[in-house]
C-alpha cells in the first residue's frame, strides 16, 4: 500500500495511514486488490475517520471482484469506478510490433491480450484505489507525482491533481491510451492476415487465427462499450453536483468536465477502431470466399468452353468410326486428311468464336 499527501504543488509520501485528514490537501491510497481484502476493516474504520462514512459492502465486494465488468455507481459521500485497464496475460510475452506477421505470431499475441478491473472509491478529500496485483499503474502514477513536483516532468503540465477526481481522470486516461497504443498492433496484424487471406497461390488454413481475431475483436468491444457507459455516467453525475460559489472551485469543476469529455473521446476512438476492424475482418472473409467462387467460375467457364469445343469433334469422329462400308471418303486417300482438316476448322472456329465473346479471356 502506498499513501500519498497533495496539497497545492506540494507531495509528500506518508508510511502508514495517519489517525486524521490533513488541514488541507487529499490523500491518495493506492493498493493491490489482495491487500484491500487483507486490510478492508483497517481502511473502513480509517475512512469513517476521515470522511464520516465508509464503503457500503456491495461496494466492497465489487472491488475485490477481479471478473467485473467496467461501471459507475454513486452514494451521497463517495462515487465508485471501476475500469478495466489492459494487460497481458501472465506467463505471455508483450506483443512486438516489429515482429514479422504470421498466423502463428497473430493467434499468441492476441491470445496475449487481456483486461483487468481498477476501481477507485472518490471520496471529497480521500481518492482509494484498487488495483490487480501486477498492475503498474499506480507505480507508473506515484513516479510521476513525484516527477511533477520536482519538475523533471518534460511531457506536460507540471501541475499536480488538484482533487482526487482529477487524479482518477488523469489514471483513467492513462489507461485508454494504453488501448489506443493498441490500435496499431492489431492493424499491422490483421492487415498481415487478410494478405494471406487474398494472395492467390497460398492455401489459406489459417482459420484459427482469423476465429481467435473475431472473438478477441468482440471481446473488446464489449470492453469499450462498458468503458464508455461507465465514463457517460460519471459525466452525468458530475453535472448533478451542487453548484460552486467560489469562482476558482467553479473552474476546478470545469476542467474534471473536459477531462471526463476528453477520456470518454479517447474510449469512443477505441471502439469505433475495433468497430472498423471488425468490419474489415468480416469482408475479408467475404471478399475471400468471393473471390474463391470467382476463380472457380473461371476454371467452370474455360473446361465448358473446351468441351464446347470438342464436342463437334467427337460426333464427328463417331460419324466416321461407323461400320457402314458406303461411308462417304472412307474409300479415298484424301478421305482422312480432310475428315482432319473439317475438324480443325470447326475447332479453331468455334475458339475464335468463344475468344471473341471473351470467354476464354483471362479477364471477365
Not at 493491490?32 to 481502511?43: I, K, N, T
Not at 492489431?186 to 494471406?196: A, D, V
Not at 471526463?260 to 470466399?289: C, G, I, K, P, T
Not at 457402314?324 to 482432319?340: C, E, N, Q, R, S
Request: with cysteine; aromatic share 8%.
Amino acid at each position: 500500500m502506498r499513501l500519498f499527501l497533495l496539497h497545492g504543488e506540494q507531495l509528500s509520501e506518508l508510511a502508514q495511514l495517519p489517525q486524521d485528514l490533513p488541514a488541507s490537501g487529499y490523500l491518495w491510497v493506492g493498493l493491490s486488490r489482495e491487500e484491500f481484502g487483507l486490510r478492508s476493516l483497517e481502511l473502513q474504520l480509517a475512512l469513517q475517520r476521515w470522511c464520516g462514512a465508509a464503503l457500503v459492502d456491495l461496494h466492497v465486494s465489487d472491488l475485490l471482484n477481479a471478473q467485473l465488468p467496467s461501471h459507475f455507481d454513486y452514494t451521497s459521500w463517495y462515487d465508485l469506478m471501476i475500469f478495466r485497464r489492459l494487460a497481458t496475460t501472465p506467463g505471455t510475452e508483450t506483443p512486438d510490433e516489429d515482429a514479422p506477421v504470421s498466423a502463428a505470431a497473430i493467434e499468441r499475441s492476441l491470445q496475449a491480450i487481456d483486461t483487468s478491473p481498477v476501481g477507485f472509491a472518490v471520496f471529497d478529500r480521500v481518492l482509494l484505489s484498487v488495483h490487480p496485483g501486477d498492475c503498474q499503474v499506480r507505480d507508473f502514477f506515484a513516479n510521476r507525482l513525484g516527477q511533477m513536483h520536482e519538475g523533471r516532468d518534460l511531457r506536460g503540465s507540471n501541475r499536480l491533481p488538484t482533487s482526487p477526481a482529477e487524479l482518477m481522470l488523469r489514471m483513467l486516461n492513462h489507461m485508454v491510451d494504453s488501448y489506443l497504443d493498441l490500435r496499431r498492433l492489431l492493424t499491422r496484424q490483421l492487415t498481415g492476415l487478410q494478405r494471406q487471406l487474398f494472395d492467390p497461390h497460398s492455401n489459406f488454413r489459417e482459420w484459427p487465427a482469423l476465429l481467435t481475431a473475431r472473438d478477441t475483436l468482440h471481446r473488446l468491444e464489449d470492453i469499450c462499450e462498458d468503458q464508455r457507459s461507465a465514463v457517460q455516467e460519471w459525466l452525468d453525475a458530475l453535472a448533478e453536483w451542487p453548484p460552486e460559489n467560489d469562482a476558482r472551485a467553479d473552474r476546478e469543476r470545469e476542467l474534471l468536465r473536459v477531462r471526463s469529455r476528453d477520456v470518454l473521446e479517447h474510449v469512443e476512438r477505441v471502439l469505433s477502431h475495433v468497430r472498423r476492424l471488425e468490419s474489415s475482418a468480416e469482408s475479408a472473409v467475404q471478399m475471400h470466399f468471393s473471390a474463391l467462387g470467382h476463380r472457380t467460375n473461371n476454371i467452370m467457364r474455360t473446361l465448358t468452353v473446351l468441351t464446347a469445343i470438342f464436342l463437334p469433334l467427337n460426333l464427328i469422329t463417331g460419324i466416321f468410326g461407323m461400320n457402314f462400308d458406303t461411308l462417304p471418303l472412307i474409300h479415298k486417300a484424301t478421305g482422312f486428311w480432310i475428315a482432319v482438316g473439317v475438324m480443325c476448322g470447326v475447332g479453331l472456329g468455334l475458339g475464335l468464336f468463344f475468344w471473341r465473346k471473351r470467354y476464354l479471356s483471362s479477364q471477365s
